[in-house]
C-alpha cells in the first residue's frame, strides 16, 4: 500500500474514465467528484447494494407503529484513483494525462496519446 497522496493524476468531476480494476474493471463513467484525497465518486460505476430489512419505528404521541418498508439501496462508492483513467474523447480509450501550459499560461491537459486537450464534460450534460 502506498499511503503518499499521489496528484499527477489530474481527474476532475465531470471527467469520463474507465474503470481498470476491480469488479467494474472496463466499465465508463462520469466522475461526479473527489470524495477524498486519491478517491473518486464514479457515475453508475462501484455500486454498492445495501439491503434494508422492513423495520418499526414508534413514534412519540402515536400508539401504532409506523413499519418503514425495505428495500435494496444502491449507493456509489468510491473508487481509487489509480484504478481509473480519464477517456480520451477523439482516442475512446483510457489514456494518460499529460499536464502542459497554453502559451498564455493556463493549465491544461493533454491526451498522452493523441496530444488534443482534454476537456471534462460539463456537469449539466451528465445530470439526468
Ligand atoms: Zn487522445
Same mark, same amino acid.
Given at each position: 500500500m502506498r499511503s503518499t497522496y499521489v496528484n499527477t493524476t489530474e481527474i476532475r468531476a465531470g471527467d469520463t474514465v474507465a474503470v481498470l480494476? &476491480?469488479?467494474? !474493471?472496463?466499465k465508463r463513467g462520469v466522475v461526479k &467528484?473527489?470524495? !477524498?484525497?486519491?478517491r473518486v465518486l464514479v457515475e453508475g460505476v462501484n455500486k454498492a447494494k445495501k439491503h434494508q430489512k422492513p423495520r418499526q419505528k414508534m413514534s412519540s404521541g402515536s400508539q401504532t407503529p409506523t413499519i418503514e418498508p425495505g428495500g435494496i439501496i444502491e449507493m456509489e462508492m468510491p473508487l481509487a484513483i489509480s484504478n481509473v483513467a480519464v477517456v480520451c474523447s477523439k482516442c475512446d480509450r483510457p489514456v494518460r494525462i499529460k499536464a502542459s501550459r497554453t502559451s498564455d499560461g493556463k493549465k491544461q491537459r493533454l491526451c498522452g496519446r493523441c496530444k488534443g486537450v482534454l476537456t471534462a464534460t460539463k456537469s449539466k450534460e451528465v445530470a439526468k
Open positions: 480494476a &476491480g469488479k467494474d !474493471a472496463g &467528484g473527489l470524495v !477524498a484525497p486519491g
